[in-house]
């Protein structure tokens, strides 16, 4: 299986039905998998921050949701997880495709790339970055486990050397 | 000028067991001196995201109307959360927007709904087609039992003149969550 598979089969798996989503080049290889598979439902936001509020109102009506965005858009949502997901305590998967990061070629992308992990340290998100093929599962896996075992976020960052940088110099 | 607190009330005399999501500030304390429910999500903080997450919680039950009582200034600074609502256009929702043209909490400053912005219009251009602005209590309890009846997405922009509001809801967040979804059926996913 591919990466984007293999996040699809865990999202399955953990029964996490409803993306939203803010596109990127990383984020869409997982959608283009999800808009052929009828288990699940896909809603496009405007603003990353609006994810996190669609994701809590998913979780206390009794389902789950994941949201995906880049880089730049978790600058977008430090104000919905510190002050809902965090303290209602709402589990949910943050996937992030990683910009301003190894073979980037836009510098006004590499400063929220320099934040992403202070950021998400200073909030207390676990995160765990996917860069091998063959650790997908296994850490997709075990980050799903997590987030609904603590009953809180966890992150999951998308790295260019698994799912590629753009061609641009 | 509808008085927020007296249009709450008819709101929650009208339901059973549907869920409210209560956007911070003077919306979510009228609501809990209306009547505390444990069907009633009041959000302490996230200003803008009363609308988002009760787009959320309309997809996750389709089978109930899910109420979202929110204000002009929360709802101006997430107006996106219009247009992304109105590309689900989920039937079971009814969207009340609390308008005093003011961010009362704070001291009265100005919203744009002060200046020229007009919700009800921009909710329209949104995509939304069933939108109404009321100024007065009767038509409010009409347009309010009507979406309770009838098919949605509703908005309803409620006119509302400059009342403090004295309620204090539970303060501690996960005490909210676990009563509202207990209230729901629903256990720790």
Redesign the interface.
Known sequence: MTWPQHIIEQLKAYRIRFLSYIPDAIGEQVLKLARQDDFFDILPLAREEEGIGVVAGLYVGGERGAVLMPTAGVGNTVNGLASLAIPYQIPFPLFIGLRGDLGEFNAAQVPMGQALRPILESLRIPYFVLERPDEVDTMVEGALKLTYALELPVALLISTTLAGWKEEK | MIKRLQATRYVVDQLTDE?I?ASLGNAKFDLFTAKDRPQN?Y???????????????????PHQK?IILDGDGALLM?L??L??AA??MPQNLIHVIWDNRQFELTGGQPTHTAFRADLGLLARGAGFDKVETIEEQAAFENAFSRALQEPGPWIIVALIGSERATGRPPKS??F??HR??QS?G?S??
């Open positions: 869920p999501i999500f959000m302490w903080n996230s200003m803008g995201l009363a609308s988002s997450m009760g787009l959320g919680l309309a997809m996750a039950r899910v997430n996106n959360s247009t992304t590309a689900r967040p996960t909210i969550k509202f979804m729901l629903i720790p996913l």
